[in-house]
């Protein structure tokens, strides 16, 4: 379902691209390179987000954006570990979905949310390959809710436009909460269960805090997002033994 | 003589503290054993008392000045007009609305027999597309800024802060996906029939009713038909005069207030000179069709200091507290911040969050009862209860 690739920039420090749902983004990082004076932070690494649309230039859709993504990947990154640092990234969304009909001409109002959990994906995925590190991994699933109260994961343009509430949701690889943007008309109740869905498709299944990790570890065949993240950096490894194994 | 030194003891007036080591002062204040108190004397719940005073810009159709703590907004609404013509797929956009036209002549006849669900059904279907048209028309532009020496972190000069933009953006997507504003207020008409047969056509207009007006659609329609002209575009102008924390929930009453205290022109197409006329009556005037009122509740999650604590480190996760309305000092040291934003009867229109792991499931259903409580002292606030 998710198409990911690590590493498909050779310039940059780390990079990957991330496809789902109609969107695909290419991120790369840069880090830890020299900062602004203006914009150092004395004790901690300052993270800066670039985010590009597919077409033309970013708007205030792109700053809101750029702000989510840096504040989630502010806690993502161990800041402390380079201080007086700056760590970019660069999103650069490439490919929205097919039925563009619709967000073509997006008025300025136009959700925003659907692009979010691949750019957040995508930012990960590059930290990751870039090999910064991180105090946690994060996954990001899209749910909306139809008028039937029926929970729909990754909804094509036509069922968001007759959603009656759209959510994102990201959690950490503890499984905590980290990112909502939930919008439209919906009860905390219904909002719970969607945060357990989504859970379930970010983190499989729940388990006993202790035992957490041994699950998560067996349970491959449940295709939850966190594997996709596994997969993708194993085969980035595999890719880069290669050489060693065909000598050995 | 000698001198006599007086020693100096090692203490610090409270303001020195918190300037120095902001976040162990914060710290402090809040593992206070009787429970946690916030350096501004309120619990960690307790938002601050807004003040609101409406109509006080002439030259706006419709304006608010509205403080939270040391926290001001203005705001002020000005309508503008749109006409068709100015419109680039004005053509394609007319042809959607003869096909809803014939579409919802055919649930007419069917709403008979169907009965109260289907026409719940339409009205939802009808606000919907209202609602999209406002977005793909850009009918509502708000715009936030943050005067100079509002707070000392904005420089004078330069292009709107990312913060400005940020605000802007949640802004306009919030007018548009709690459905604040009814679509039928904004739309400048052209009846043909109207003017001649009917002696006090202002008042026809003012009482139309969506149900009176498809009526008399209906009647008109051998004669000529009626239809839209214009639009009323609503420039929403935010400016901060002094901002100490929670600017979103601030912006946010400033402009329900405002566009509250709204009164646009009755105006109509004049056929002859081929223009949109206003009259200067203010008896005339009418109101914005405002629904919902969906109240905000920003937090901020302080994780404590967790510095050159030693094993306290291991607990850091543990110290946590959700502080709601959070002032700009506090800001400054909540990494973690977020929004829940409460309809009519406890419906929830938004939730935002990011920067941390602090609010979860429990906390946030805490958060959505703070929330629907806030609701009802802005109601009384903005004089709707």
């Not at chain 1, 300025?108 to 930012?123: E, G, H, I, N, Y």
């Not at chain 2, 030194?5 to 409270?14: E, H, I, S």
């Not at chain 2, 419906?347 to 806030?374: D, S």
Request: hydrophobic letters at 40%.
């Amino acid at each position: 379902m998710a198409d990911t690739t690590l590493l498909p920039l050779h310039r940059a420090d780390g990079s990957a691209t991330y496809s789902k749902n109609g969107y695909s983004v290419v991120a790369a990082v840069n880090g830890p390179i020299e900062v602004q004076r203006r914009d150092e932070l004395p004790e901690e690494a300052a993270v800066d987000v670039v985010l590009r649309p597919a077409a033309g230039v970013g708007g205030l859709r792109e700053r809101h954006l750029e702000s989510v993504v840096q504040h989630t990947l502010r806690h993502v990154i161990l800041v402390s570990a380079h201080p007086r640092t700056l760590i970019q990234c660069t999103l650069q969304i490439v490919t929205g979905p097919e039925d563009d009909s619709v967000t073509c001409s997006l008025p300025q109002a136009a959700s925003d949310l659907p692009v979010l959990p691949a750019l957040l994906q995508a930012s990960i995925l590059a930290l990751l390959s870039t090999s910064i590190p991180l105090s946690m991994t994060l996954t990001a699933a899209f749910v909306a809710v139809n008028s039937k109260d029926t929970l729909v994961l990754d909804p094509s343009v036509q069922q968001i436009k007759r959603a009656s509430s759209i959510h994102l949701l990201a959690f950490s690889s503890r499984g905590d909460l980290l990112v909502v943007e939930s919008e439209g008309d919906f009860t905390i109740d219904k909002w719970e269960e969607v945060h357990q869905k989504a859970k379930l498709i970010c983190h499989g299944e729940e388990g006993d805090e202790s035992e957490s990790e041994d699950v998560s570890m067996k349970s491959d065949d449940i295709s939850k997002l966190e594997n996709v993240l596994k997969d993708a950096v194993e085969r980035q490894i595999a890719k880069e033994q290669r050489w060693n194994q065909t000598i050995g | 003589m000698t001198l006599n030194p007086t020693p100096q003891p090692l203490t610090f007036p409270a303001l020195t503290f918190a300037k120095l080591a902001p976040s162990s002062f914060l710290s402090a204040h809040l593992s206070n054993p009787s429970g946690p108190i916030r350096p501004s004397g309120r619990t960690a719940t307790q938002t601050r008392t807004p003040t609101c005073n409406t109509g006080s810009l002439t030259h706006a159709n419709g304006s608010a000045v509205v403080r939270c703590g040391d926290t001001a907004a203005v705001c002020g609404v000005r309508g503008e007009i749109l006409k068709m013509g100015d419109i680039a797929d004005y053509e394609a956009r007319e042809l959607d609305g003869g096909d809803d036209d014939g579409d919802d002549e055919e649930e007419e006849e069917e709403e008979v027999v169907v009965g109260e669900e289907m026409m719940e059904e339409r009205r939802r279907k009808r606000r919907r597309e209202d609602t999209d048209e406002m977005a793909r028309l850009n009918l509502l532009v708000p715009n936030l800024e943050l005067a100079t020496g509002c707070s000392p972190a904005h420089l004078p000069g330069g292009p709107p802060s990312v913060l400005a933009q940020t605000l802007t953006q949640r802004v306009v997507t919030l007018l548009h996906t709690s459905d604040l504003i009814g679509m039928e207020p904004l739309r400048i008409w052209f009846r043909p029939a109207a003017e001649f047969s009917s002696a006090t056509p202002g008042a026809m207009r003012m009482g139309g009713d969506m149900e009176e007006m498809e009526a008399r659609e209906g009647e008109e329609e051998e004669i000529a038909k009626a239809e839209v002209k214009a639009f009323w575009v609503l420039y929403i102008d935010v400016l901060f005069i002094s901002l100490d924390g929670n600017a979103f929930d601030a912006a946010w009453l400033a402009i329900l207030a405002a566009l509250k205290d709204t009164m646009l022109p009755r105006a109509w197409w004049d056929a002859d000179r081929e223009m949109v006329l206003c009259s200067d009556e203010p008896s005339e005037a009418r109101g914005l069709d405002i629904r919902g009122v969906p109240v905000p509740l920003s937090f901020g999650v302080f994780e404590g200091d967790g510095q050159g604590k030693g094993e306290r480190g291991m607990e850091k996760g543990m110290e946590k507290w959700v502080l709601v309305d959070v002032d700009g000092f506090e800001e400054g040291l909540c990494r973690e911040e977020g929004t829940v934003v409460v309809g009519e009867r406890g419906r929830l229109v938004k939730i935002e969050k990011n920067g941390g792991a602090g609010v979860g499931m429990r906390e946030m259903r805490g958060l959505v009862g703070l929330a629907a409580k806030r609701r009802e002292e802005w109601m009384a606030v903005l004089g709707m209860s």
